[in-house]
């Protein structure tokens, strides 16, 4: 018996296989009519209707996902892209800045042999004048240097600490010197003036200038462009309900999309199953897809009959031995109540002949009396 609840048991999880089975191949025959019916022809008022748009919102969603990727990705390589030309932006501008220090320091010369213009002069006023602060620092510190020799051990540790200090101001007064060169000659480079430069050192820089200009201004239209794409898809982002957590928001259109596919599903198997047994509403529609559903339903059918019956039988062949139990307790007790009989009956004799001895004495008794 033990062995057949066992068996039973086994069957019912493969009838909830099949069932379920069964419920996906009824909610494939829904999917494969509905479009080919009338709204009159379901089951209830606004089924198609409803189906039709939990259709448009799963297809919705699935848009949404797929723009969110899309538009993340080019995003990404947008900035990756923008990054890396801002790095060759900022190569050239460096080899821009050593061309201006370098056609700045020509055209000095030049100007100061008296070669050049009078278009430089204005060019180099901070030159000249840095250029006079830098004399007047540099004199002093040699005549710090000079009277440093003759002096004395307490002299010597001011004139230390002023030589110090005027060091300091001829790195600083260099380091501005440089800046003012480099500025001047993109002033030259800028304004065409490279032109008026003697140098033939200068025509080579000229066209080492305008060649990095050009593939600067190309790599700059380039820039700009790729920020805008990657502002366009961050605003699909944004519009998409993107903030900060990208993953998150996905997933949250993910469990959006699971849940109506899951409504999807149940509203096609209740329309399956109304469908199976109204065969009018189909059989003269050409629907591809249609004779494949139906035999597959039937085919899970016979699935199911076959199992319910193989259950029915085992319950049966149970119930059969619980009876047959039940029998065999009942005769053991009809035999029990037979043997108390026999033995009741017995007694009952026994009492009986008691009782004719009992009575015989007491005659004899009276017949004694009597004699």
């Given at each position: 018996m033990e062995q057949k609840r066992s068996q039973i048991t086994t069957i019912f999880k493969e009838l909830d296989k099949y069932k379920l089975e069964l419920d996906g191949h009824l909610a494939e025959l829904g999917r494969v009519v509905a479009p080919y019916m009338k709204p009159k022809e379901a089951p209830e008022e606004g089924t198609i209707e409803q189906i039709r748009s939990i259709q448009g919102?799963?297809?919705?969603?699935?848009?949404?996902?797929?723009?969110?990727?899309?538009?993340?990705?080019?995003?990404?390589?947008?900035?990756?892209?923008?990054?890396?030309?801002?790095q060759r932006l900022a190569s050239i501008e460096f080899e821009k800045n050593s061309l201006y220090s370098r056609i700045?320091?020509?055209?000095?010369?030049?100007?100061?042999?008296?070669?050049?213009?009078?278009?430089?002069?204005?060019?180099?006023?901070?030159?000249?004048?840095?250029?006079?602060?830098?004399?007047?620092?540099q004199k002093s510190l040699k005549d710090i240097e000079l009277r440093y020799v003759a002096a004395s051990f307490i002299e010597r540790m001011s004139l230390r600490m002023r030589q110090k200090k005027i060091r300091k101001e001829i790195e600083v007064l260099n380091k501005e010197r440089e800046q003012l060169f480099r500025k001047a000659g993109?002033?030259?480079?800028?304004?065409?003036?490279?032109?008026?430069?003697?140098?033939?050192?200068?025509?080579?820089?000229?066209?080492?200038?305008?060649?990095?200009?050009?593939?600067y201004e190309t790599l700059y239209r380039q820039l700009e462009d790729k920020k805008r794409v990657r502002s366009k898809n961050e605003e699909i982002l944004s519009h998409a309900g993107v903030a900060d957590n990208l993953d998150k928001r996905v997933e949250q259109l993910k469990e959006s999309r699971v849940v109506n596919e899951e409504n999807l599903q149940k509203l096609y198997s209740q329309l399956g199953a109304y469908l199976v047994e109204r065969p009018d509403i189909y059989t003269k529609k050409d629907i591809p897809e249609l004779s494949q559903a139906l035999k597959r339903?039937?085919?899970?059918?016979?699935?199911?009959?076959?199992?319910?019956?193989?259950?029915?039988?085992?319950?049966?062949?149970?119930?059969?031995?619980?009876?047959?139990?039940?029998?065999?307790?009942d005769n053991q007790a009809i035999d029990r109540k037979h043997a108390q009989i026999t033995g009741l009956q017995k007694e009952i004799r026994e009492i009986k002949h008691r009782v004719s001895q009992n009575s015989e004495k007491i005659e004899e008794l009276r017949q004694a009396a009597e004699a």
């Open positions: 919102e799963i297809e919705r969603l699935d848009q949404v996902i797929s723009e969110i990727h899309q538009a993340n990705m080019g995003a990404r390589s947008s900035s990756e892209e923008i990054s890396q030309i801002e700045g320091v020509i055209a000095y010369e030049e100007y100061t042999a008296g070669e050049a213009k009078e278009e430089f002069s204005l060019i180099f006023s901070s030159v000249l004048h840095q250029n006079s602060r830098l004399t007047k620092s993109k002033q030259i480079c800028t304004s065409n003036l490279i032109k008026d430069i003697r140098s033939r050192t200068a025509s080579t820089i000229s066209s080492e200038y305008e060649r990095l200009e050009k593939t339903i039937s085919t899970s059918r016979e699935k199911i009959t076959e199992k319910e019956s193989k259950v029915n039988k085992l319950e049966a062949d149970i119930k059969i031995d619980d009876l047959k139990q039940l029998i065999d307790r």
